[in-house]
């Protein structure tokens, strides 16, 4: 931990996802987490259930600064939520 903050990184992927019951979101958090298996990245699922949890993590994950990446999975951000993206300055 003292050296991520030594960097000014977490060394860490968020994933924000719908409903890990759809096939299709699971195998595509199966190659997420492949991949960053492989690298120095430490991985942090957050499963939305609802629009107002989707709407949370939304505001409340790239200011946390928590991650250095968000990747987020077939919920398409509105442009409010891009502008705020943008000014956290967290990969996404």
Do not use: C
Request: proline share 7%.
């Amino acid at each position: 931990i003292a050296q991520r903050m030594a960097f000014g990184k977490t060394l860490t992927i968020g994933v924000i996802t719908p409903f890990f019951t759809r096939p299709a979101f699971v195998e595509r958090l199966r190659g997420i987490e492949a991949s960053v298996a492989e690298s120095e990245y430490d991985l942090i699922v957050y499963n939305v259930e609802t629009t107002e949890k989707r709407d949370a993590y939304f505001r409340s994950v790239p200011t946390s600064q928590r991650v250095d990446g968000l990747i987020i999975i077939s919920l398409p951000p509105t442009d409010a939520d891009v502008e705020r993206f943008l000014k956290s300055k967290v990969p996404t």
